[in-house]
Every structure is written in structure tokens, then in C-alpha cells.
């Protein structure tokens, strides 16, 4: 028995020392990029940021539209940015539902620990509070672009899946071995594959002490970075906020637990494949209505028309 245990702590000390070297055999690129067209990319004026108490007292900075009725929609960014990302959409959904905009934790002008979180599924946690602020006797919309819709569809899966009464999906990110996700998201995103690896296998035996290290860095132009807005980008994640802010590695299950939900994507999306949504999800669960707008890429898909029409037409019918 002895030897037993001796050979199964070499075997565990063998495995630590790989996963060691891998996660310290990368560092992170956060220089200036290309992967996605900013082009059209700016911030017009929302509401100012509100102090949202989570249950670990965070203060989260929710912009909010009051509505006295209607359901409850809550918008949801994508990486690396904040909730200015809709300043065009959110006043459009605000006619029939009161809306709100979170900055995520770790993210915008008051991000508490910019690109981090305690612990995995905190992001999860964060928005069944503001639920739970807001949402009482409304229906409940959740709405995420690209990371974002990869949130609400981890949502879904997960403990608090039930609060969410519909989905909206836009260009959502799945997983990065789907087949709607393209090498590296387009040139986006900059993962540390080999650290990564390591810190999986670290947490697989119980060891947590280095998720908070970067694993993935975002391709910003400079041209964001050195604008007026360039210091609230969140140029990279630690292990547990990037792996709070996507589908679990079962990716298929918690597709198969989203509420009803509309897909829109643009036909000349950079990051993902939009024609290949409804192939790998459809499958998996009915629910879904899925839309391609022609000549729309990835960033562009958020302020489309034909997004934000479906998205009223979808809340007329709660």
C-alpha cells in the first residue's frame, strides 16, 4: 500500500511539473492588432452608470432604463469591451422594456480587478442578482453579443439557468473547437493555448492558486486604444474570468438548456461562421429562430436594423 501511494504522489508530482511548465512557458502579447473591423465602432451618449450591490458587495455598474412594465431585458457585451457597445440598441428596446447594461466585473470604467473575477461562475452569479433586483413578476430577456452570448447560454446551463424566460443570441461565442468559430476568432482573440492547458489540469486535481494569471489577450486597434475610450478596454482575462465567460467545455449541453431564443448573426461575420449556427444547434435543442443578415459583420451585427426589429418583435409577444 505504501508503494501504491508512492508510485500515485510521483505520478501526481509528475503531472504538476508538466502543467507548471506549460503555464509558464507562454506570456501574454497585448500589443495593438487588427482582428475585427472597429470602423464603425463608437460610444454616443447612454445614462450614467449606477452602483448595483452583488452579493459579495461588488458594486456593478449597470446602466438602467426604467420601464414601469414590460419584461426585464438585460444586455450583456462582448469581450474586452463594456456596455457602450449598445448605445444604439439598448434605447431602441427601452420603448417596451425596461433594459439594463451592465459593465461585466472586470470590465469598464470601474472594473474592480480589470480582466479578473473571485472565481469561476461569479459572471453567472453577478447577473442572477441584477435578476433578482429587477426582474420580479416581469419576463426576463437575456442578451449577449459574441462573449457575451456565450454568457448567456453558460447561463442557461448552469444553477440560474431557470431565471431567464427568452435569449437573444448575437454572433455568440460556443466554444473555441465549434464549428462556427474560426481560427482564433477571426485574429481577435490571442489565446495562451499551452497555459491554458496547464491551468486545466491544475484545476482538474484541485489546484486553483494560479487562475488568476492571463491566459488570452485581444487584438484592440490602436487607433481604440489611443482613443478617448482606449482606458476602459480590457485587453486581456485570467483563466477563471475567461472560463466564466463562455460555455462550459460541454458546450452542446448548455445549448440544449436555453429558453427560447433568437440567433442573429452577419453573413460577413470575421469572428465566427454564421451559417453554421443552426446546423450544430438546431439539433440540440428546437427553440431556436435563427436570422443571417446579408453584408453585416461581427461588431456591426449588434447596431443592425434588422436586430434590433426582431428583438422588438420578440419582446411585443411577452
Known amino acids: 500500500m505504501i508503494r501504491l501511494l508512492g508510485v500515485i504522489a510521483g505520478a501526481a508530482a509528475g503531472t504538476a511539473a508538466v502543467a507548471l511548465g506549460l503555464v509558464f512557458s507562454q506570456s501574454p502579447d497585448v500589443s495593438p492588432g487588427a482582428g475585427l473591423d472597429f470602423s464603425a465602432a463608437s460610444a454616443g451618449e447612454m445614462p450614467a452608470p449606477v452602483a448595483v ?25 462582448g469581450s474586452g469591451w463594456h456596455g457602450l457597445q449598445f448605445w444604439r440598441l439598448a434605447p431602441l428596446l427601452a420603448e417596451r422594456a ?20 473571485d472565481y469561476i461562475g461569479q459572471l453567472e452569479e453577478d447577473l442572477a442578482d441584477l435578476i433578482a433586483a429587477y426582474g420580479e413578476g416581469r419576463k426576463v430577456v437575456l442578451a449577449g453579443h459574441s462573449s457575451g452570448g456565450g454568457l448567456v ?11 431567464a424566460d427568452r435569449a437573444v443570441l448575437m454572433a455568440p461565442f460556443l466554444n473555441h473547437a465549434a464549428p462556427t468559430t474560426r481560427p482564433n476568432s477571426g485574429g481577435w482573440a490571442r489565446p ?11 484545476n482538474a486535481v484541485g489546484v486553483r492558486a494560479l487562475n488568476h494569471l492571463p491566459v488570452i489577450t485581444f487584438a484592440f486597434p490602436a487607433r481604440v486604444l489611443e482613443g478617448p475610450l ?85 419582446l411585443r409577444g411577452l
Open 98 to 117: 425596461e433594459v439594463l447594461v451592465p459593465d461585466l466585473r472586470g470590465h469598464g470604467g470601474q472594473p474592480g480587478r480589470r480582466g479578473d473575477v
Open 192 to 202: 495562451l493555448v499551452r497555459r491554458i492547458i496547464g491551468l486545466t489540469m491544475l
Open 153 to 163: 447560454v453558460r447561463f442557461a446551463g448552469g444553477a440560474n439557468g431557470a431565471l
Open 230 to 314: 482606449g482606458d476602459t478596454a480590457t485587453r486581456s482575462y485570467s483563466y477563471r474570468l475567461n472560463t466564466s465567460y463562455a460555455p462550459r467545455s460541454d458546450y452542446k449541453r448548455d445549448i440544449a438548456a436555453l429558453p427560447p431564443f433568437l440567433l442573429m448573426a452577419g453573413a460577413e461575420d470575421e469572428a465566427f461562421v454564421a451559417e453554421g449556427y443552426e446546423a450544430l444547434m438546431s439539433p440540440l435543442n428546437a427553440k431556436g429562430t435563427y436570422r443571417v443578415v446579408p453584408g453585416v459583420g461581427h461588431l456591426g451585427i449588434v447596431d443592425a436594423p434588422e436586430t434590433a426589429a426582431a428583438m422588438r418583435e420578440l
Open 53 to 77: 450591490p452583488m452579493r459579495d458587495g461588488f458594486p456593478l455598474q449597470v446602466r438602467r432604463y426604467p420601464r414601469a412594465e414590460g419584461p426585464l431585458v438585460v444586455l450583456v457585451h
